[in-house]
């Protein structure tokens, strides 16, 4: 039933803010394993694609690292992101065919400008599903993420990045950013591809 609300939503508006999706055990497990990660694990995100790849920090200031089903604490969240990717494929018809799945470390201080997760017959990323990690968060803590609508400077979704929130969207159609934040922040993103003949892929 969740998956076919999913689909629905994702059908009419293009995106579905969902809360509750996770069982606190499942979260905490997420989060533990997080923390148990190294320093060196995580990276300076870049921005563009492939060799063109730079970090800029007037655009981006987060931390990110690559997770994958090697790190056991991760299991449960790839069997759910799994089914999820049968579900669109089986009612929306988007083919996607795998995933890649990235943690972000927003430190006080860091954001992440207005962007697009993908543009236009340029890149196999078709959707995008965010499920935030913090426990203790605060109106204070900052840290939202803004959705727009093409052109429009105001948003028309603000999403607090409490535990459990998750945030799924089609991945071309919504410039979104990261508001400043003024605490410990931690997202789990994942892109979900087509293969549309790209080399490598």
């Known amino acids: 039933m969740l998956f076919a609300d999913i689909c629905d939503q994702l059908a009419t508006h293009g995106y579905a803010v969902l809360h509750n999706v996770f069982p606190p055990s499942m ?8 923390t148990e990660l190294a ?3 995580f990276k300076a995100a870049a921005i563009g694609r492939a060799q063109d790849q730079q970090v800029v920090e007037t655009i981006r200031r ?3 690292c ?17 089914q ?17 799945a ?11 400008k207005r962007h697009l997760d993908a543009f236009r017959g340029q890149t196999n990323r078709k959707l995008t599903s965010i499920l935030y990690l913090n426990p203790d968060w605060q109106p204070s803590h900052g840290g939202e993420l803004l959705m727009y609508q093409g052109d ?18 089609l991945s071309e159609l919504f410039p979104h950013e990261v508001s400043l934040s003024h605490h410990h922040r931690y997202s789990l ?3 979900y591809r087509i293969n549309d003949g790209m080399p490598g892929h």
């Open 27 to 34: 979260l905490q497990q997420l989060l533990d394993g997080i």
């Open 39 to 41: 320093e060196e694990d």
């Open 62 to 64: 987060d931390k990110i």
């Open 66 to 82: 690559w997770l994958n089903e090697s790190m056991d604490f991760t299991l449960d969240y790839f069997t759910w992101s799994e």
């Open 84 to 100: 999820l990717r049968l579900a669109v494929n089986r009612y929306l018809y988007l083919g996607l065919f795998d995933q890649e």
């Open 102 to 112: 990235m943690l972000a470390y927003y430190a006080p201080g860091a954001f992440y």
């Open 152 to 169: 429009e400077t105001a948003p028309f979704q603000t999403v607090e990045p409490r535990s459990g929130t998750m945030v799924i969207f």
């Open 189 to 191: 993103t994942s892109w």
